[in-house]
């Protein structure tokens, strides 16, 4: 064969194999978002700041970014290539880090989806997902940030964040405790059990609408946290907050709305305010799309403190459910409604030129939201 048969052959097999592959295209694979219009009707009327600007810190209500995101000062020196602590060295505080194994919890002992498979739709309801799984072990990674600021001994305001351990938000809180901005807090970042979406490890822990993570962190990962870091831990739930992105930004709102006494701010990116609730709870049937469909219009108002985010590019029908509950633009347009019309402290920003928990929307915005869910908590405390 010479060399132009060769070329042809080659162009001929390897169109094949892209077709075999889009005809064997996984069901979870997402279609591309479409870019969604903030001022579309029934969305919320908000502000549209100058590009590159971020909301004041101390305002409540609805703001829209520009298309630019460049990075606030404050995460200057955050590497996000590297999702540890490599880049400790630039922090002022100490960062310390352990391993958690499956078998010690008492809580998740470990799940995983049984292989080549995602799910198939309830035949009797559209709006349930019928899937399968098989106990399965895990290690998850904890990374503590301490400012030098602690003082031995003392009970500290701390942050509990999802889906770690994550460089960038103790470089933000590092530069923020130094400005005056916080108080001077610990940041524990806490890896997930592994996997995605119903029927996996962290699905179950982010998904699912009880107090059950919050319960987890309290009783198995707060103790090893205060025995590896030296440190004491706040029992004051003004002075401990939440945070994540995507289902991680559900479970923070989850943590605070089923364990008020726990936790009273949240801070979320992207938020999975949708139905990936397993396994199914009809006192929830439609997960976390529950908190504006029913949960947040019928229930007394709550001492919770809220930063929400959404992309004009977030998801929108990521999997076989087309039950009208799986767009997170409306999902979060709808949250933003609720705790308006509620009386709610919360600020929700739509950026522009964003996709779904978008690094340069993070590296941005966090250290305004940070600064806004610690509103009310004096930085000298």
């Not at 132009?4 to 295209?25: N, P």
């Not at 009797?124 to 106990?135: G, Q, R, W, Y």
């Not at 936790?263 to 908190?291: C, I, M």
Request: glycine fraction near 8%; charged fraction near 20%.
């Amino acid at each position: 064969m010479n060399t132009t048969h060769r070329f042809a052959f080659l162009l001929v097999f390897f169109g094949f194999l892209a077709s075999v592959a889009a005809q064997t295209k996984s069901p979870t694979s997402r279609p591309t978002p479409p870019t969604r219009d903030p001022h579309t009707p029934g969305y919320v009327k908000a502000e549209q700041l100058p590009d590159g600007a971020t909301p004041p810190p101390d305002q409540d209500g609805n703001f829209i970014l520009g298309p630019t995101h460049n990075p606030a000062p404050e995460m200057s020196s955050s590497d996000t290539s590297k999702p540890d602590t490599s880049n400790e060295a630039a922090l002022q505080g100490s960062v310390t880090e352990f391993t958690m194994n499956s078998s010690d919890s008492k809580i998740y002992p470990g799940i995983a989806r049984d292989p080549n498979t995602f799910g198939t739709v309830d035949p009797s309801d559209p709006a349930k997902l019928v899937v399968t799984s098989h106990p399965a072990p895990y290690t998850r990674k904890v990374a503590v940030y301490v400012p030098k600021q602690y003082v031995p001994g003392t009970p500290a305001p701390f942050i509990v964040d999802s889906d770690g351990p994550h460089q960038w938000l103790f470089t933000a809180i590092d530069h923020l405790i130094a400005e005056h901005k916080l108080p001077p807090m610990i940041a524990i970042s806490i890896g997930n059990g592994g996997g995605d979406a119903q029927s996996s490890e962290r699905g179950l822990e982010y998904d699912t609408m009880s107090g059950r993570y919050a319960e987890f962190v309290e009783t198995e990962v707060l103790p090893l946290v205060e025995e590896k870091a030296h440190v004491r831990l706040t029992h004051d739930p003004d002075g401990r907050a939440t945070m994540g992105g995507s289902s991680g930004g559900a479970c923070a709102l989850i943590m605070a709305w089923y364990r008020p006494d726990l936790y009273r701010r949240v801070l979320s990116y992207s938020g999975t305010f949708v139905n990936q609730q397993w396994p199914y709870d009809p006192k929830t049937p439609h997960g976390a799309w529950e908190f504006h469909e029913h949960l947040i219009p019928s229930t007394p108002l709550k001492p919770i403190r809220i930063w929400m985010e959404v992309g004009d590019r977030d998801l929108l029908n990521p999997n076989v459910l087309h039950d009208g509950m799986h767009d997170w633009v409306l999902a979060n347009e709808n949250m933003a409604k609720v705790l308006a019309a509620k009386g709610y402290h919360y600020q929700f920003v739509f950026a522009r030129n964003a996709g779904h928990v978008d690094r340069a929307v993070v590296q941005q915005t966090l250290p305004e939201a940070l600064e806004y869910v610690w509103q009310g908590y004096p930085a000298k405390r």
